[in-house]
T-cell receptor, first 115, second 108 residues
Framework: KAGVTQTPRYLIKTRGQQVTLSCSPI?????VSWYQQTPGQGLQFLFE???????NKGNFPGRFSGRQFSNSRSEMNVSTLELGDSALYLC??????????????FGPGTRLTVL | GIQVEQSPPDLILQEGANSTLRCNFS?????LQWFHQNPWGQLINLFY???GTKQNGRLSATTVATERYSLLYISSSQTTDSGVYFC??????????FGTGTRLKVLA
């Protein structure tokens, strides 16, 4: 079975631009969650999608948004980029979500640099 | 809020040594995993262990959910074990929080 894939792997943008990141889950997994990793804040939960619905959202501004398609692939979008958005963005997939009996599997991440 | 703390934050070992990493959490959990983050940022699954004990080669883990902690044991450490180790816990249905991490360096 193929693992979780994320594209692109690396991205350089300038302040004020917007960016879209993509995540394809493991076949059969219906839940996709997104995380931001920075040296100062560690790994922080952004949001989780299940069957095209956002079920939970972390403490991030509205500039961070996402969606999930009917094939479970997910995208996240960051608008009006700020220098502080430079981070490694990781997505994870699981069968049914973040609750019991659900092991999370992570993709390789997208490293975003904002200049 | 819910806290997930790992100790020690940093650990330096000689190759061949054993170590114990700890994850403390402030609420009851229904989901707990240990990960190893490699130098390229990929999170590698080590254990899914909301309770009980598991072993995989030189690694083993124990979670005592009633006392709100989990331990990861690394025996006969190798230089390839270097990296950052995270525990992550699930609370309720939709909450998932990562610990603060332990940075391990194994010297040859």
């Amino acid at each position: 079975k193929a693992g979780v894939t994320q594209t692109p792997r690396y991205l350089i943008k300038t302040r004020g631009q917007q960016v879209t990141l993509s995540c394809s889950p493991i076949s059969g997994h219906r839940s996709v969650s997104w995380y931001q990793q920075t040296p100062g804040q560690g790994l922080q939960f952004l949001f989780e999608y299940f069957s095209e619905t956002q079920r939970n959202k972390g403490n991030f501004p509205g500039r961070f948004s996402g969606r999930q398609f009917s094939n479970s692939r997910s995208e996240m979008n960051v608008s009006t980029l700020e220098l502080g958005d430079s981070a490694l963005y990781l997505c994870a997939s699981s069968l049914d979500g973040l609750g019991p009996y659900n092991e999370q599997f992570f993709g390789p991440g997208t490293r975003l640099t904002v200049l | 809020g819910i806290q997930v703390e790992q100790s020690p934050p940093d650990l330096i070992l000689q190759e061949g040594a054993n170590s114990t990493l700890r994850c403390n959490f402030s609420d009851s959990v229904n989901n707990l995993q240990w990960f190893h983050q490699n130098p390229w940022g990929q999170l590698i699954n080590l254990f899914y262990i909301p309770s009980g004990t598991k072993q995989n080669g030189r690694l083993s883990a124990t979670t005592v959910a009633t006392e709100r902690y989990s331990l990861l044991y690394i025996s006969s450490s190798q230089t390839t074990d270097s990296g950052v180790y995270f525990c992550a816990v699930g609370f309720g249905t939709y909450k998932y929080i990562f610990g603060t991490g332990t940075r391990l360096k194994v010297l040859a």
